[in-house]
């Protein structure tokens, strides 16, 4: 029988596929993280599209810095200027036990809702790569 990772083995490092809920009537928004994790903490930068305002179909970029203990992972993202976001957001959430979801509560200045991050699989971007190549006959 296979012996399923620890908490301590299992790392942030890596591309991971989001998405966040508002409380209210908005669309959920999906975002890309990029994470590197060190010990216990872990820092990176997100990205994710403008949904509202004069710069709506924009992307907005943020950077992200957290820690991790086994499977809670709490972290900051906090928007860099683009678009004219400059606030933090809090996210609070746990990792699955073969380490590929993140899913928890995020809140900021009176707003809070869900998200769910999914690792990014190497093999999915093989595959997907290989389907986009073209087919070449003899």
Not at 88 to 113: A, Q
Request: hydrophobic share 35%; proline share 5%.
């Amino acid at each position: 029988m296979a012996k399923a990772p620890s908490d301590n083995a299992l790392s942030l490092t890596g591309q991971w596929n989001g998405q966040f809920s508002y409380p209210r009537l908005l669309d959920p928004t999906p975002f890309v993280a990029i994470l590197i994790e060190q010990g216990a903490q872990f820092s990176g930068t997100t990205h994710e599209p403008c949904t509202s305002g004069p710069h709506s179909g924009g992307l907005l970029y943020a950077a992200v810095d957290g820690r991790r203990d086994g499977t809670a992972v709490v972290f900051t993202k906090t928007y860099d200027g683009t678009a004219g976001w400059t606030h933090s957001v809090s996210y609070e959430g746990l990792l699955n036990g073969d380490g590929t979801e993140i899913e928890g509560r995020w809140k900021t200045r009176g707003w809070s809702g869900r998200f769910l991050m999914l690792r990014a699989s190497g093999t999915d971007a093989a595959v997907e790569q290989k389907l986009a190549e073209p087919v070449w006959r003899e």
